[in-house]
């Protein structure tokens, strides 16, 4: 901003605070999620639970499992567990090898950003630990059965238990196998993107419950600025508002964030500013930048949690992927522009862009950056539309996709946005058909969806987009 003045930061001391990563803690819900590890060190501990319960039980329960246990030595017992285990992890390796083949096809065809998909699935985060704890069961109750003395016979509930959890293993099976086929299709995959993509973004919109209109124009700091410096690389991943407008209203500060959810940040670099209601010591400014870094979290990779461009990326990736000489997939791409398209015209009645946090007394006290509308379609478009400018079915849902935004949005700024993107697809598309045979058709489609621009009905798609 031009004629503003920057403090001067003086070389940082010892006493001083660093800006190091910030300590904020994260929600159970999201800890639980990223830590897949969690699931089958659960199954393990109730498999060994289990096994030490069942092997040698309490009178009381070996009265109630009487009915139901099966007679056999030591030995006995434990050569049943052995097959068991073995039947077990065989199955283990057939779904093991299942998944390494979904996510291989995946990051071949489509594209590597959906792993992530696939490892918060359900064979994360079900299958695998019920085959953990019956192999951990039974390596538990054979042990325990091999320091059982004597060769009577005798009723053995643990063998009971391990042929139900064979059956629960078989079961866990099949599931994942048809789970694969589903998950194989492509119309699975995109949907499952967008659908999470929304949630998000609805999730994302609740937290602006409190914001203010944006201004057309900033205001100018009244004062002069400190900035906001990254305190290490990564993404932006969160920044908590509440936070920050604490920070702000405490400290009478006026904070601005340039940097949105999902952009990298450099170690040093300056991510925002802010500007004191009244003049501030630099011991005091460093005070608060520090406060206000604890707000910002950066990992490093993006957090799909949060990040709603993220999910548009991907699929903007699958349909870029599949627009490649190599696999030349068109199907593909007009899958992921549907998605695309029920995703922007939900985005398109949202509220978008800047976000302007207020504090109690109605002053706007945090500035945010946000992708805005026009952000997202020229995500959408610029990739897809370079590669897919000779595809007549890509240049038709690209068109479709920009007037269903147009129509579904409440905004007439949104609306003029729809309006220059498709006047720019059909440009783009003109200058590389100049004597396509199907440019005339696509032209008349785009007249059409300009007049639904003004309430007309949406018209139906040509043959050849289909």
């Keep these: 901003m031009a004629g503003i003045q920057t403090l001067s930061r003086p070389t940082r001391g010892r006493g001083v605070p660093r800006h190091g990563p910030p300590r904020d803690t994260q929600p159970l819900r999201w800890w639980l999620r990223h830590r897949l590890w969690l699931t089958p060190v659960a199954g393990a501990v109730v498999g060994a639970c289990l096994a030490v319960v069942f092997v040698d039980p309490p009178e009381s329960v070996a ?89 009577e016979r005798a009723p053995r509930p643990a063998l009971s238990l391990a042929l139900l959890l064979l059956v629960a293993c078989e079961g866990a099976l099949v599931f994942q196998v048809l789970h694969t086929l589903q998950t194989m299709r492509v119309e699975n995959i995109v949907q499952r993107v967008r659908v999470d993509t929304l949630r998000v973004a609805r999730r994302m919109e609740r937290l602006r419950s ?20 990254a305190g290490q690389n990564g993404f932006v ?96 791409v007009v899958e992921a ?44 478009m610029d990739q897809t539309l370079r590669y897919g ?11 479709r996709l920009v007037g269903a935004v147009g129509q579904h949005t409440r905004k007439a700024e949104a609306r003029r946005t729809a309006r220059e993107a498709l006047h720019r697809i059909l440009t783009a598309t003109e200058q590389g058909q100049k004597d396509a045979s199907w440019l005339p058709g696509i032209r008349g489609y785009a007249e059409s969806l300009e007049q639904a621009l003004e309430g007309k009905p949406l018209p139906p798609l040509p043959a050849i987009g289909f």
């Design 63 to 151: 009265r109630v499992l009487r009915g139901v246990a099966w007679q056999a030595t030591a030995s006995e017992a434990r050569d049943m567990l052995a097959t068991t285990l073995g039947i077990a992890l065989t199955s283990l390796s057939i779904v093991l090898s299942l998944s390494m083949l979904v996510v291989q096809n995946a990051a071949g065809q489509f594209s590597p950003r959906l792993l992530r998909h696939f490892v918060h699935g359900a064979g994360i985060r079900v299958v695998i630990p019920v085959f953990v704890a019956t192999s951990v069961f039974c390596l538990v109750a054979a042990h325990a059965f091999g320091l059982i003395a004597g060769a």
């Design 210 to 229: 409190a914001d203010v209109e944006a201004p057309t124009e900033l205001p100018a700091p009244t004062s002069e600025r400190w900035p906001l410096r």
């Design 237 to 332: 991943v969160a920044v908590n508002a509440r936070a920050l407008l604490e920070v702000a209203t405490a400290r009478r500060l006026v904070v601005h964030f340039e940097r949105a959810i999902g952009e990298p940040v450099i170690h040093g670099g300056e991510v925002g500013w802010f500007a004191p209601d009244d003049r501030l010591s630099i011991d005091s400014c460093e005070v608060a930048e520090a406060l206000l870094l604890r707000a910002i979290r950066t990992d490093r990779w993006r957090d799909e949690d949060v990040d709603v461009a993220l999910g548009v990326r991907q699929l903007v990736d699958v349909a870029v992927k599949a627009l490649s000489p190599g696999i030349n997939d068109p199907y593909t």
């Design 337 to 380: 522009l549907d998605q695309l398209t029920f995703l922007m015209c939900e985005l398109s009645q949202m509220r978008l862009g800047l976000r302007v946090i207020p504090d109690a007394s109605g002053r706007p006290r945090v500035f945010l950056r946000a992708p805005s509308l026009r952000d997202y379609l020229d995500l959408v």
């Design 389 to 399: 400018a000779t595809e007549p079915a890509v240049v038709l849902r690209l068109l």
